[in-house]
């Protein structure tokens, strides 16, 4: 019985093994082999968790075609996401973890500024690229380090305001704007450079006010706005705080036309702020609606494909976490394969190395350079406003 037994126990531990080697040789070339990590450091919960789930959608489409590509030399990328909950001192203990144990070789952020912002001094210290899809402060890629491991595939905060003032100029002939501003590292941004492109325009302005982001009357700010005698107002905020704002005019009665940065994007603004959220336009860098590209489109029917509950373009919202994220996973592979390692110093000279890319957004030229971190201009932005749902492009 005992060497029934033990025969019945080996041929037992011969068909797992043979299965489990079966298994193995069926694995393709990049399967078997050891993963590239890539970590995202976002906000996956909370008022911001719409654009961490757009961020790592688009991380996720990109990751499954360079992988049904070959993966990257020869090895398959593989995401390690933590939630920051918006919270920068959250965001660099899961930025220390992700490099000192996850092992990633590269770090993509989310949506806030400040967690950015705190993120980027490990990056630079601990020598791992660094790539903002969505983050827009100024001083994310223009930090002054002299050894500069952080890019991104974003808006910046700078040539944004830039946009605001000649859009408000344009199209509704403000003469003197004000702005009310998230009392932030983003919002600080913003006043730096609303008042350098007013500045740079020729423009009076009627005041720049601030608001905490739980503030949810900003009818004293917009009050005072109002009696200086501003004819439009740029907003800079979040999802919440912007509808807030956008209902705080409405108690006022106050029709003034109002541009803002590409914040009130991030979630469901529209039913947030009620009917006047149609009135605010917002910078963006890429939207689905009205866009017949080829790769519009197959990225669409990828994400329809992989994601069943999105029925119409109301459900891909907010597009531009999408997008830049997409196009910056595509761009760190094509750094990677450039470096031909993934070791922190060369990886972030293959940046450098990038050849063309036809991305998402736009077909890219030598994204990167050494004094160049950001690869989207100003004519990458369009103008944008929510109609039923959907995020509909207002300019190009």
């Known amino acids: 019985m005992l060497h029934r037994l033990n025969a019945a126990g080996s041929l037992t531990r011969r068909l797992v093994l043979g299965t489990l080697l079966a298994g193995f040789a069926s694995l393709t070339p990049v399967q078997a082999a050891e993963p590239i990590r890539i970590g995202l450091v976002t906000a996956l919960s909370g008022q911001s968790a719409k654009s961490g ?7 996720g489409l990109a990751m499954e075609e360079i992988n049904r590509g070959g993966g ?31 092992g990633v070789v590269a770090l993509i952020g989310g949506l806030d500024t400040p967690v950015s912002m705190a993120i980027v001094p490990i990056a630079n210290q601990m020598k791992v690229p660094f790539v903002g899809p969505w983050a827009a402060g100024t001083g994310i890629t223009r930090n002054g380090a002299a050894d500069n491991y952080v890019f991104r595939v974003s ?38 450079g609303i008042v350098a492109a007013l500045k740079a325009a020729g423009l009076p302005s009627a005041g720049i006010e601030k608001y905490e982001a739980n503030d949810i009357d900003m009818v004293p700010q917009l009050s005072r706005l109002r009696e200086a ?31 803002s940065h ?6 469901r603004f529209d039913e947030l702020a009620g009917p006047g959220a149609a ?48 196009d910056a996973t595509h761009l760190i592979a094509l750094a990677i394969q450039a470096a031909g390692a993934t070791e922190g110093p060369k990886l972030r000279d293959g940046f450098y190395k990038i050849p063309a890319y036809a991305g998402l957004i736009k077909t890219y030229e030598a994204p990167f350079a050494p004094d160049r971190h950001d690869a989207l201009k100003p004519d990458d932005y369009i103008f944008a406003s929510f109609r039923n749902g959907e995020i509909v492009a207002v300019s190009k």
């Not at 390690?80 to 490099?99: H, M, Q, T, Y």
């Not at 003197?176 to 600080?188: H, R």
């Not at 009205?290 to 459900?315: C, E, F, Q, R, T």
């Open 229 to 259: 005698g501003a004819d439009a107002l740029f907003l800079v905020g979040n999802v919440g705080p912007s509808a807030q704002v956008v209902k705080s005019l409405d108690r006022m009665g106050w029709t003034v036309p109002v541009i």
């Open 262 to 267: 590409w914040g009130p994007a991030g979630g």
């Open 155 to 192: 808006a910046v905060d700078a040539l944004v305001d830039e946009a605001l003032v000649a859009y408000a100029v344009k199209t509704y002939g403000a003469k003197k704007p004000g702005a009310i501003l998230v009392n932030n590292a983003w919002g600080e941004s913003n006043q730096q």
């Open 279 to 326: 009135r605010v336009h917002f910078v963006q860098t890429f939207t689905f609606a009205g866009n017949d590209s080829p790769k519009a489109k197959a990225v669409l029917d990828a994400l329809k494909a992989k994601y069943p509950a999105i029925k119409s373009m109301a459900d891909v919202t907010p597009a531009v976490g999408i997008a830049n994220a997409y």
């Open 72 to 102: 990257v030399l020869g090895r398959p990328l593989e995401l390690v996401a933590r939630d920051d909950e918006a919270n920068p001192s959250k965001g660099v203990l899961a930025a220390r973890e992700l490099i000192q144990r996850a």
């Open 53 to 59: 789930e757009a961020i790592s959608r688009g991380i």
